[in-house]
């Protein structure tokens, strides 16, 4: 058998030095930070750029078993930690963020459909396609104002904020899908007697779901973007309107624990559609 | 071959020479002269650093003590963090943020120069005649955990409403965005902000102010601070520059307050420093109370009504939670006087007021 070096790229690592060497980065960066934290703190002990093991359980604990502090709830001497956690100022502020989250996510449905009909019906092509080509260009931030005219200052505009940044790149990504399907299935479909409806939701749809949800696994960070710009711009609740609210007295303990949730969500949402895919398309080979 | 390879490695051997002896002399020369940075954000009462640095102003009196000045405009939240961070070494900013940012972060900072308190400058806005009895339960639009709503919450009190506080319906609004996002919908009624924002607000003719900053003279205070280490480097030049800023900046105001074609000049950059004409510079500057004297400026200083100031600011900022999670008493940010006494623990002073400078300026000393 040969041996390989290092770097050959027919070189197979064991598992256990796999395992091992993934964790590297991540071992690298808490390093640094651990570094950079005592640094900062033997030279002032009350830093807060950087804080310590103890300022972030601090932060944590706050975040998590105390309410908000606008919130009047005061919790009772004997309540659970689940009571506690049910009142939480992360908890308060993932659910107003998970709802606008969830609202611009079944609002992006009708953008899918709105591609299939795109890129399969000629009309449909001709009447959107240049519009939506230019409409994308457009730097959806800087539209606010008139958003804000249009949908308030409320939910609406946040939600709408998401929708415009998010639909354009989803409708051009899954028209390009679908035009990607050999025209050969469309002919062979017609001639075993489809009609268009069969061709579009029964032939076309089934086949580019796949890659519909992996193209939406790829967007939920352009839309967790979104809906941060928008929250830290006018709101009264949610996850990036807390860590606006923290960052002006340089809350670090709790913003820090509020981006690593943030992420853990995210990477939970896109676990979650990553094993649908494969449950519901084990055909699909990505 | 091996010939010009030698040679090559020759030439890149000296090319590395040549240049670490050039940084080296460059580092030395400035390793000379102590350079400070001072950061300052756009605002009425601090675009005068700005006409310092053009009109040369700031250079003179560097040059007076040996020492150099770099003035850095930033965003007002970026200037803070730089000034923790300990990337400047003097910043503007307000009494209010000197004590929640820096002091409570634990770096101990100093009050150079008492530039100007807001004296309308600052306002509670409201359409079709609302008052502060009927604001509970109305949406009010402001940046949170700033001076908007450290006036709002003082207009509250001063107005007897005090038990409404925890029902307002508080909208963290960036300031960037405020303007737009009140005016275009009229069922926005209440807005907390600050001028030339103020201004653009009240261009609508169903709104206007109810309360505003003259109503708590001297609350909401412009500062230059220094981190204390900086003043007291051992080598003398942090009071070097201490003694510099203050020249400059009582020269500038001099020139600022006084009349003609000097006059003119310096409104006309102040005012460019933040894209202000000179009518809305010169409106913006009724509703400030500039110390433009410094006798006026070290008299404040050193008075009794600060303490009393600072005593609503601190409280405000502790019931807010602004001083940090780990700061369970209002007294462990303590803020020591002129006059030796301390607010809160002596042990734990992290803000001083620091007349001497603002006194030798009075004094023709500098």
């Known amino acids: 058998m040969a041996t390989f070096s290092l770097f050959d790229i027919q070189a197979r690592p064991n598992r256990l030095f796999a395992q091992a060497l993934s964790c590297l980065l991540f071992v690298l960066c808490v390093g640094l930070y651990i570094q950079t934290s005592v640094k900062r703190h033997q030279e002032n002990s009350e830093d807060r750029v950087v804080p310590n093991a103890r300022q972030l359980m601090t932060g944590i604990h706050s975040s998590v078993l105390e309410p908000a502090e606008e919130d009047d709830y005061v919790a009772p001497d004997n309540a659970s930690k689940w009571e506690r956690l049910h009142h939480s100022m992360i908890w308060k502020d993932t659910f107003a963020s998970g709802r606008r989250f969830l609202i611009s996510l079944i609002l992006l449905a009708p953008a899918v459909l709105l591609a299939l009909h795109i890129g399969l019906f000629p009309y449909f092509g001709a009447g959107f396609l240049r519009f939506i080509l230019f409409f994308d260009k457009i730097v959806a931030l800087s539209l606010l104002p008139i958003l804000f005219i249009?949908?308030?200052?409320?939910?609406?505009?946040?939600?709408?904020?998401?929708?415009?940044?998010?639909a354009p790149t989803m409708i051009l990504d899954v028209t390009q899908?679908?035009?990607?399907?050999?025209?050969?299935?469309?002919?062979?479909?017609?001639?075993?007697?489809?009609?268009?409806?069969?061709?579009?939701?029964?032939?076309?749809?089934?086949?580019?779901?796949?890659?519909?949800?992996n193209s939406l696994r790829l967007n939920l960070k352009p839309m967790m973007l979104f809906l941060f710009a928008g929250e830290m711009i006018a709101a009264s609740d949610g996850l990036a309107y807390r860590i606006a609210i923290m960052r002006r007295h340089m809350g670090m303990d709790v913003i820090l624990?509020?981006?690593?949730?943030?992420?853990f969500l995210l990477y939970c949402i896109d676990l979650a559609l990553r094993v649908l895919n494969r449950r519901m398309h084990p055909w699909f080979q990505s | 071959m091996t010939i010009t390879v030698r040679r090559s490695f020759l030439a890149a051997f000296c090319f590395v020479l040549m240049t670490s002896g050039m940084l080296l002399a460059s580092e030395t020369a400035s390793a000379e002269v102590?350079?400070?940075?001072?950061?300052?954000?756009?605002?009425a009462?601090?675009?005068?650093?700005?006409?310092?640095?053009?009109?040369?102003?700031?250079?003179?009196?560097?040059?007076?003590?040996?020492?150099?000045?770099?003035?850095?405009?930033?965003?007002?939240?970026?200037?803070?963090?730089?000034?923790?961070a300990k990337n400047i070494d003097a910043c503007t900013m307000t009494n209010m943020e000197a004590l929640d940012m820096p002091a409570a972060a634990g770096v101990d900072s100093t009050v150079l120069i008492v530039g100007d308190y807001s004296n309308g400058n600052d306002a509670v806005l409201v359409r079709n005649g609302l008052t502060f009895d009927k604001l509970s339960g109305q949406r009010i639009m402001l940046v949170q955990k700033t001076v908007s709503e450290y006036l709002l919450e003082r207009a509250m009190v001063l107005n007897g409403q005090q038990a409404q506080l925890p029902k307002l319906h508080l909208i963290n609004t960036s300031d960037s965005d405020i303007v737009p996002a009140f005016m275009n919908n009229s069922s926005n009624t209440t807005v907390v902000t600050w001028k030339p924002l103020v201004s653009q607000i009240l261009v609508d003719q169903s709104v206007h102010s109810i309360f505003d900053s003259s109503k708590i003279p001297g609350e909401i205070l412009d500062l230059l601070v220094i981190r204390t280490e900086v003043l007291n480097r051992p080598d003398g030049s942090g009071a070097k520059f201490a003694k510099a800023i203050n020249g400059a900046w009582y020269e500038a105001m001099q020139k600022l307050t006084s009349s003609g074609a000097t006059q003119t000049q310096a409104l006309k950059i102040?005012?460019?420093?933040?894209?202000?004409?000179?009518?809305?510079?010169?409106?913006?500057?009724?509703?400030?109370?500039?110390?433009?004297?410094?006798?006026?400026?070290?008299?404040f200083t050193t008075g009794t009504l600060l303490k009393q100031k600072m005593e609503l600011v601190r409280q405000f900022c502790f019931k807010h939670g602004l001083l940090g999670k780990d700061i369970k008493s209002v007294?462990?940010?303590?803020?020591?006087?002129?006059?030796?006494?301390v607010q809160g623990r002596k042990d734990r002073v992290r803000l001083r007021f620091n007349p001497i400078y603002m006194q030798a300026a009075q004094q023709g000393k500098l």
């Open chain 2, 270 to 299: 102040s005012a460019s420093a933040s894209g202000d004409s000179i009518d809305s510079y010169r409106e913006q500057l009724k509703t400030t109370y500039l110390f433009a004297e410094p006798k006026a400026a070290a008299e």
């Open chain 1, 177 to 213: 899908m679908v035009k990607a399907v050999p025209r050969e299935q469309i002919v062979k479909a017609f001639t075993l007697d489809a009609n268009d409806f069969d061709v579009a939701y029964r032939v076309i749809f089934r086949q580019v779901l796949p890659q519909v949800i």
């Open chain 2, 34 to 43: 102590p350079t400070f940075t001072v950061g300052w954000s756009v605002y």
């Open chain 1, 150 to 166: 249009v949908f308030g200052i409320d939910e609406w505009s946040k939600i709408a904020l998401i929708v415009i940044g998010v």
């Open chain 2, 331 to 341: 007294e462990d940010v303590a803020i020591a006087y002129p006059d030796g006494s």
């Open chain 2, 45 to 84: 009462g601090w675009n005068p650093y700005f006409y310092m640095q053009k009109s040369g102003i700031l250079k003179k009196w560097a040059d007076k003590y040996g020492i150099a000045i770099k003035v850095q405009r930033f965003d007002y939240a970026a200037s803070l963090d730089s000034f923790v």
């Open chain 1, 257 to 263: 624990p509020y981006v690593l949730w943030v992420a």
